[in-house]
């Protein structure tokens, strides 16, 4: 069975400075995907940023970039820039490509609650 | 795109009731799936209907159950509430057939079993 591993149950950053955020998983599979989501008070889970395994170039999204390590299983994110908008609960989570039954199907982390300090 | 909304947001009930949480999905999405979210965790996946069928369940007893309609509406029914219940119970819609499709997640049923 597929884990996430969030290490860092909390983490705090200076506005306008960068943080990153760890995530490990476990897999035995190949093919699959890997997501950060974003929660905030609101409670909506928001999509941060997305990689496909099978893409060796780490994902990009404005000032959200990830360090993805395949073969070390280690999928961090990269804050860069922070504001206080970015302060909310953040998510790893690993979709697996496999079936179709996996779909809708993410396994998350235990999360790291981000303080942004202004 | 109307995303995906959840009523009721917040609802109270005594161990034993039954309840039923419902949900919109985002129109064209043809898969939803529902998750347990409990406090200061990461959410945990109770199951997905694709095409009004549920395809999929993670570890998750028989009395929580649900329904897909086609009109994109579904819904969760848990019998026999415990208090280990009460949570957080997001809904998430998405398209299969797309590759790394990703999940448009509701703002959630706050669910407090008394």
């Known amino acids: 069975a597929q884990t996430v591993t969030q290490s860092q149950p909390e983490m705090s950053v200076q506005e306008a400075e960068t943080v990153t955020l760890s995530c490990t998983y476990d897999?035995?599979?190949?093919?699959?995907?890997l997501f950060w989501y974003k929660q905030p008070p609101s409670r909506q889970m928001i999509l941060v940023i997305r990689?496909?395994?099978?893409?060796?170039q780490n994902a990009t999204e404005n000032r959200f970039s990830v360090n993805f390590q395949k073969a070390a299983k280690s999928f961090s994110l990269k804050i860069s820039d922070s504001q206080l908008g970015d302060a909310a609960m953040y998510f790893c989570a690993y979709r697996s490509a496999r079936w179709s039954s996996n779909t809708g199907k993410l396994i998350f982390g235990q999360g790291t609650t981000l303080q942004v300090k202004p | 795109e109307t995303g995906v909304t959840q009523s009721p947001t917040h609802l109270i009930k005594t161990r034993g009731q039954q309840v039923t949480l419902r949900c919109s999905s985002q129109s064209g999405h043809n898969t939803v799936s529902w998750y347990q979210q409990a406090l200061g965790q990461g959410p945990q996946f109770i199951f997905q209907y694709y095409r009004e069928e549920e395809n999929g369940r993670g570890n998750f007893p028989p009395r929580f159950s649900g329904l897909q309609f086609p009109n994109y509406s579904s819904e969760l029914n848990v019998n026999a509430l415990e208090l280990d219940d009460s949570a957080l119970y997001l809904c998430?819609?998405?398209?299969?057939?797309?590759?790394?499709?990703?999940?448009?997640f509701g703002a959630g049923s706050r669910l407090t079993v008394l």
């Open positions: 990689q496909e395994a099978y893409k060796q």
């Open positions: 998430a819609s998405t398209y299969q057939g797309s590759g790394a499709n990703v999940l448009t």
């Open positions: 897999t035995s599979e190949s093919d699959y995907y």
